[in-house]
């Protein structure tokens, strides 16, 4: 994050609209460097959504187009990354640059899910993104999983 250009608005992306996200993550994106990683959901079915979460910020440092002197990490669960860490709980909320990292995660995962839903419309991913609301769950049970449901998913393994 660009200390001398941080974006207008910049917020906890959970006190943010979609619209506002979105709206910062260009801004993010062209005042910023950013790296962006994914993990698959058959691989946190793996490893776990700590381990999952935990491999995602080593591979977003990677996918950096630099190399950081500190990473700043929400929370007080650090991954093992080549640079010094410091972990700040509810960092979203008192650090932009984590404030920032957290609204790109959440814009990405959210266009993710809308094209997922364009393919699975029955399950509302596009406007649950992905979690537990009663249309999600209707549709568990009416459907099943699509092929990108985790199996670890607490609801699918009740309906098991």
Avoid: W
């Avoid at 999600?136 to 459907?143: F, K, R, V």
Wanted: proline content about 7%.
């Amino acid at each position: 994050l660009d200390l001398d250009n941080v974006p207008r608005g910049l917020a906890d992306s959970k006190v943010l609209t979609a619209e506002e996200r979105e709206e910062l993550f260009e801004a993010i994106l062209a005042t910023s460097q950013v790296g962006i990683a994914t993990i698959s959901h058959a691989e946190i079915d793996t490893i776990n959504i700590r381990q999952a979460s935990l491999r995602a910020m080593c591979r977003a440092l990677a996918a950096l187009p630099c190399v950081p002197d500190i990473a700043l990490v929400d929370g007080n669960d650090p991954p093992d990354l080549p640079c010094d860490i410091e972990t700040i709980i509810k960092g979203d909320g008192r650090i932009p640059s984590i404030a920032a990292a957290s609204i790109v995660a959440k814009v990405v995962r959210d266009r993710m899910m809308k094209r997922l839903s364009a393919t699975f419309p029955a399950y509302g991913f596009a406007t649950n993104v992905g979690y537990g609301t009663a249309v999600h769950y209707a549709a568990l049970t009416s459907h099943g999983p699509c092929p990108f449901h985790r199996t670890t998913f607490a609801p699918l393994r009740a309906l098991a």
